[in-house]
Nanobody, 121 residues
Framework: QVQLVESGGGLVQAGGSLRLSCTASGRTFSDNPMGWFRQAPGKELEFVAAISGSMRTRYYADSVKGRFTISRDNAENKVYLQMISLKPEDTAVYYC????WGTGVQDYSYWGQGTQVTVSS
């Protein structure tokens, strides 16, 4: 059974930084893309970033370009999201995803349970 478990969320002041981690178990994703979505209160799920298995291709939402960096450790079956210069509008539950490729919610088969990121002004 595939599981994605996120960690690293929390409360941070605007301008601060956080690093989210996601550990996959149940199968290896070293040859497959992984990514992150987020859902702010009262809003729909939103694509944040994705990285190919080879790490040669990375996509970012326009709203996070230049501030967020996605990376992965295939040996550890992990994906990371380094977030800097955080803004209150980054407040959301962040979900790790795998088993697909693209920017749509329907593009991924596996989802983590989410980790809360709250940015105070």
């Amino acid at each position: 059974q595939v599981q994605l478990v996120e960690s690293g969320g929390g409360l941070v002041q605007a301008g601060g930084s956080l690093r989210l981690s996601c550990t996959a178990s149940g199968r290896t994703f070293s040859d497959n893309p992984m990514g992150w979505f987020r859902q702010a209160p009262g809003k729909e799920l939103e694509f944040v970033a994705a990285i190919s298995g080879s790490m040669r291709t990375r996509y970012y939402a326009d709203s996070v370009k230049g501030r967020f960096t996605i990376s992965r450790d295939n040996a550890e079956n992990k994906v990371y999201l380094q977030m800097i210069s955080l803004k209150p509008e980054d407040t959301a539950v962040y979900y790790c995803v795998a088993g697909g490729w693209g920017t749509g919610v329907q593009d991924y088969s596996y989802w983590g349970q989410g980790t809360q990121v709250t940015v105070s002004s």
